[in-house]
């Protein structure tokens, strides 16, 4: 596992300790519901409790405060059913919809839904870099498997 985390402030008397993942790698479309995707994020490992906060965190204030996520049951399948981010705990859902694969969903409470491409952990920084660009997109119309596929069959690697 490759997390980077720093030590948040004040450590608690009983020797507890917390950590705050870096700021997430995230690239948004300038609005919700312009295709299959909204944007994309590259987590930096597979713990979704570590790198929601980060996530959630990272989302301005005018998308809203997001109330609950849905993500794929096969590519998080010990995910806590809900998840502490600053001030406020997060619903965790669950779908095992093919659509939904590599992808999760942010609700929002005012600006809606976002779909975001989830690049694994270990892809490769060319890579994630053209899936993070492309996935934002507002004329992108393929969806998360395609793009991933693209990808790891070196179409991201030389830019596209």
């Given amino acids: 596992m490759d997390v980077t985390a720093t030590s948040a402030e004040g450590v608690p008397p009983d020797g507890a300790r917390t950590y705050r993942m870096p700021v997430a790698r995230l690239a948004l479309a300038p609005s919700v519901g312009h295709g299959p995707l909204d944007g994309a994020w590259w987590p930096r490992c597979d713990m979704l409790e570590l790198e929601l906060p980060a996530l959630v965190g990272s989302l301005g204030p005018g998308l809203g405060t997001v109330t609950r996520v849905t993500v794929d ?14 001030g406020r705990v997060i619903e965790v859902a669950l779908s095992a919809v093919d659509a939904e694969a590599h992808a999760i969903a942010l609700d929002c409470d005012t600006v809606g839904r976002w779909e975001l491409l989830v690049i694994p952990p270990g892809e490769s920084f060319a890579a994630a870099t053209w899936l993070l660009t492309t996935a934002a997109d507002p004329r992108n119309a393929l969806t998360a498997a395609h793009m991933l ?3 790891k069959a070196g179409f991201g690697d030389d830019g596209g």
């Fill in 149 to 151: 596929a693209l990808a």
């Fill in 73 to 86: 049951a096969v590519a998080w399948p010990d995910v806590p059913r809900t998840v502490m981010a600053p």
